[in-house]
Each structure stands twice: as C-alpha cells, then as structure tokens.
C-alpha cells in the first residue's frame, strides 16, 4: 500500500472511530447557581475534550425540585444518560427496580475501591456487593458561614461559636443587619436543624436519632436543648424573607445578613463573588462547637440505555469524573472536598484546609441522605419549614413531633 492509501485507510479509520465515539449525553442535575454552574462546567469541559458532547439538563430550584422530575423520567421510560443524586438512599428504589447501570466492572478496572476516601462514599453506592453511582465529591452541611464585615459594622467581633453568634444578634438587629440568613426551600431549615443536633448534642446523639431512630432520645432532653436553640435561630431569621439559599448566601455576601448556616457548596459563591476565606468571610465547621465533617455529597447515577455507543460514551464520563484533575479542578469550583486522597489540593482556600483536617482527623459523620430513607426525611423537612414559619408553634411541640416522625421513621 502506497503512502496515499495508507493515509486514506488512516483517515478513514479515525472518522470511524470518532463518529462511533462522539455521542450526545443529556446529564441532569440541580446545580444551577454561580458557583455551581463554574463547577458543572468542569465536567462539561473535560467530557468535551473526549469528542463526546455534555448536553447540560440543568433543573432550576434545588435538589427538592429536580429529584421528582429525574426519578420520573426515569421510571416512565424517558432517561437521560447521566444523572446527580445526593449519596445516600435516594436512588434506592431505582437501582431496585433494575433501571441504574451497574459500574462495577469500571469500578474494579480502575480500582475506585483503594482510591475513594472515605469508604462509606463507595458504600453508598453499592447495593448487594455492586456499585451504581460514582461519588464526585465531599460536601459537609456542617458549617456556618458569617460576613466580617456585618460583624464590624455592628461593632462585634466575628463570633467563634454558637454561642457568642447567638448573643450577637441584638446588636446586629440594631445595626440593622439581619442576624441569620434562611432560604425557605423545605431542606434549609431541616438542615440548619441537624446541624444544631450535631454542634450542640454531639454526634454520638446524631447517629442515634438519624441513623438508629432512637425515639426516645429525639424526645429527650438533649434534644430540648437543640430545639431551644432552633427557637433562637427561627428568631434570628424572621426576617430572612428569601426562598433560594444562594440567595440567602448572597445577604451574607453583601452584608445584609450576618450569617448562615448552610453547606460547602456556599463556598462556591463566595468564590464567584470574588471573596477571600478568612479576610471577608469566616467559617465555622460544626459551628465552632463541634468540628467535624459530614461525608455526604453528590454521586452520578447512569441509566440503563439500549445505545451502545451511548453506553459505552457513559463509561467514559464515569471514569472522568473520578480522574485527579477533573476532581480537583470540579471541587475547587464547588467547595467541596475531593472523593480521593491522592490529589493535589495546594489551592485550597482556608476553609477547604479546614475542612481537610477535620477529615485527616477522622472525625466524620454521615449525611441524613445517608441514613434516612428519602420518604422519613420528607416529614422531617416538612415539619421544620413550618416551625420556622410558625412562631406559634413552640420548641416542645415541635419536638414532640419530630420524636414521633423518628419513631415510625426507616
Ligand atoms: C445539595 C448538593 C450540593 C448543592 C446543594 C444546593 O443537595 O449536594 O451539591 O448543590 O444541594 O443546591
């Protein structure tokens, strides 16, 4: 064969293996703010280069909004090829059902096992011994993220823990700072909640409630303690009138409120607003009382497709996504920690770096994803977005509520 038909056969091969190659992937997630949209475009990028194409089916209005829509195309026989849920139980009954790709052979060639840390992510991947989901990354809700500048105009100095925030807030209200900022969205409140049980009746009590049910501690006294404080913040927020929590993020970020007790992934809009840890901004893991980091996060889920080439295009952006530098140019953009101990984190601001000791350290915990089913945690989120609406309705009540939700909770 002459050098020109060398060339041709070469030409050719390679338009055949691209065009066998290069498919369409539609990926759904919930990730629609700044900084989550500077993140999701770091997978989007890295796909790209692979000649494939990320179609991008963001869903507006938070992971509340966008799980109904994505659990029901997937039942009703319309999936995407790639989707986000939180780690945990909220896949569940579609890995049951059969409709979730099994990873498990991707997962062993590339040995997610020795690599993913720490292990309860691949854990709650796994059903019967096989992995579903790939984890992306470590985001903790533990933590509580105040602007400098609202304390120094109130003339306080930024609080080191709970305690001290919540004695600020007199002074903040008369500066005419709002003292904590609160979306309305269902999981806010419930999530400011449990990051309260942690902080202040530790995380013993926590995995007990959450992961055990323990009824009767829920209606106990440590949690009275918890609901009290919940009381004051419900206080603190009465006049945080906004629904989304980066716009809740965003009063912080302006001065407009003192703080917020929220996940990592606010970190993400800091960042897009040009903020810097420690000099704008400071953050408290576990409210400064009780730090530790909450191993829960996000993981794609990969429906069962009759495509081959799309198939084979999904096996590709799941080994993606767990690649060093897609995980840590993703992360840095969200806030959250990477999934795998092996990378390079130099940039990390200084509450990433806070972050990263707590879990060198070892003091971890798991998401209520983690340890509730999906179903119990709806009533938990109901219940507290109408106590922090209804300030008829007091710490007791509530509590005795909450304990009852627990008591028939799975
Ligand atoms: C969480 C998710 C985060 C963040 C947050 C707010 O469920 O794990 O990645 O996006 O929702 O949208």
Redesign the pocket.
Known sequence: MNTFKLFLAGASLLALSTSAKAVDLEVTH??TSGG?AAAVAEFAKAFDATGNKWVDGAIAG??GTARPIMISRITGGDPMAATQF?HGRQAEELVEAGLMRDLTDIATAEGWKDIVRPSSLLDSCTLDGKIYCVPVNI?SQQWLWLSNAAFEKAGVPVPTNWDEYAAAAPALEAAGIIPLAMGQQSWQTSLAFQVLVVALAGSDVYNKVYGDKDAELAAGPELAKVFEAADKARAMSANSKVQD?NQATNMVITGQAAGQIM?D?AQGEFAVAGQVAGTDYTCLPGLGVNEVIQTG??AFYFPVLKDEAKTAAQGELAKLMMSPEVQVAFNLKKGSLPVRGDVNLEAANDCMKKGLDILAKGNIIQSPDQLMSADSLTQVNDLFVEFFNTPSITAADAQKRFADIVASAD
């Open positions: 919930w990730w989550e938070s992971g939180n985001h929590w996940g992934w996060g996000d």
